[in-house]
């Protein structure tokens, strides 16, 4: 019973490098969704998707890219790393969007020197 | 807009204290309310929900009712235990238009509780 799995659990880039942090749920849920957790300031949601091939911007999306080409992956892509992304990265998903409660993957720690 | 805001930490308690943790909300819909709790290195986890006006929310001790009159969603413990160490956030969702797949969440409490 994996329900959200992230990968990597811990990263360290230089600024101007890319990388994909992955999300993958075995739920079949429609909803999933990207948040950053940063200290004294919450979640903030980057970008979500209400399912396969339908993605939308959340509160903070710029810098960060997402497609869902299938229901079970997420993927986010950082295009051009800055230390401002530097944060921790929480996936969620539910069966049919936020009104439902979501199911937390174990985040991953970014780290951008 | 769509906001809430709760009670700021960090919250530090004796086993067995009573625990109140304040939480509002502006909404410009009908909100669903909802309380997770992020224990150390972990994501958070749904810890309860209320959806309709002066529902109760319960689970492991913990409740929270929804007041529509005072836009509050107020978090407590009678008996707070070591193991209820926690980052606690409150947080909302309105299913209608261009927030239907949003959820907003406060700042999150910093609960330590002392045996």
């Known amino acids: 019973n994996a329900g959200v799995t992230q990968t990597p659990k811990f990263q360290v880039l230089k600024t101007g490098q890319s990388m994909t942090l992955q999300c993958a749920q075995d739920m079949n849920h429609e909803y999933m969704s990207w948040y950053r957790q940063d200290p004294g300031m919450g979640l903030r949601l980057i970008h979500y998707?209400?399912?396969?091939?339908?993605?939308d911007q959340g509160e903070v999306p710029n810098g960060y890219n997402v497609s869902r080409s299938t229901t079970e992956d997420f993927p986010l892509r950082l295009l051009s790393a800055a230390p401002s992304q530097t944060s921790v990265y929480f996936c969620?998903?539910?069966?049919?969007?936020?009104?439902?409660?979501?199911?937390f993957g174990d985040g991953t720690r970014l780290s951008i020197l | 807009g769509n906001s809430v805001t709760q009670m700021e930490g960090p919250v530090t308690l004796s086993e067995e204290a009573f625990l109140t943790i304040n939480c509002t909300y502006t909404?410009?819909?009908?909100?669903?309310l909802f309380w997770y709790v992020q224990y150390p290195g972990e994501g958070l986890q749904l810890l309860l929900k209320?959806?309709?006006?002066?529902d109760k929310g319960s689970n492991k001790g913990f409740e929270a009712t929804y007041r529509k009159e005072t836009t509050s969603f107020h978090l407590e413990k009678g008996s707070v235990q070591v193991s209820d160490s926690a980052v606690y956030f409150c947080?909302?969702?309105?299913?209608?238009?261009?927030?239907?797949?949003?959820?907003?969440f406060g700042r999150g409490t910093q609960l330590t509780v002392w045996p």
């Open positions: 969620a998903s539910s069966k049919q969007g936020a009104v439902q409660p979501q199911h």
């Open positions: 947080a909302l969702s309105v299913n209608a238009g261009s927030t239907l797949g949003r959820l907003y």
């Open positions: 209320a959806t309709k006006a002066d």
């Open positions: 998707s209400v399912g396969a091939g339908i993605t």
């Open positions: 909404a410009t819909g009908y909100p669903s």
